[in-house]
């Protein structure tokens, strides 16, 4: 398995910092493994049923949520990191396609899931350093962005903190639970650059 390298190559304070694989969180960093994907799924199923924060309505099963795996690698734009405390897995990370048209490649959309025991640690904000120093690194990004259904303090808080900025909200975009949700949508600029201007 291919270790991290979380020192981001940029002059820019908030991207500049290096995140440790083990902080005071107690958990390590590591590119996810096919093993790890019914843990990833158990936790990603408790946001689909539970809460807003996805607007997906079905859980899923390992099964169903491989091709979606298969879609990640340890290098290029398309990363899925997982947190692991004790050998067990906490949390996962990951970037994918901002959009399917060619001109949206220098794009990506980022993800943070934790397991909701294991919230309020700083694992989230590892995590999502550390993937955000991955994609630093990536030659040809430019952008990566999130999107937050509201309200939901910590992630816009998590988010701002990492250096996002948010861009815009769309109004009642999602419905789910019986009502409609907001999305605000953050930007943040990436080291990779792609093109001159």
Known sequence: MKPLNLTAKSTDDRKSAHFDRE????????????????????IYNHYIENTPVSFETEPHDAEQRRMWFEGFADSGPYRLL??????????????????????????????????????GRGIGTQLYSALLAELDQEPGLHRAYGGVSLPNPASTALHERLGFRHVGTFREVGYKFDRYWDVARYERELAGGAHDK
């Open 82 to 119: 997982v947190a692991e405390v004790d050998v067990s897995v906490t949390g996962f990370a990951c970037s994918a396609r901002f959009n399917p048209r060619a001109a949206y490649s220098t794009s990506v959309e980022t993800s943070v899931y934790l397991d909701p025991a294991c919230t």
């Open 23 to 42: 902080p005071r969180s107690g958990a390590a960093v590591r590119p996810a493994a096919l093993a790890d994907l019914p843990r990833i799924v158990e």
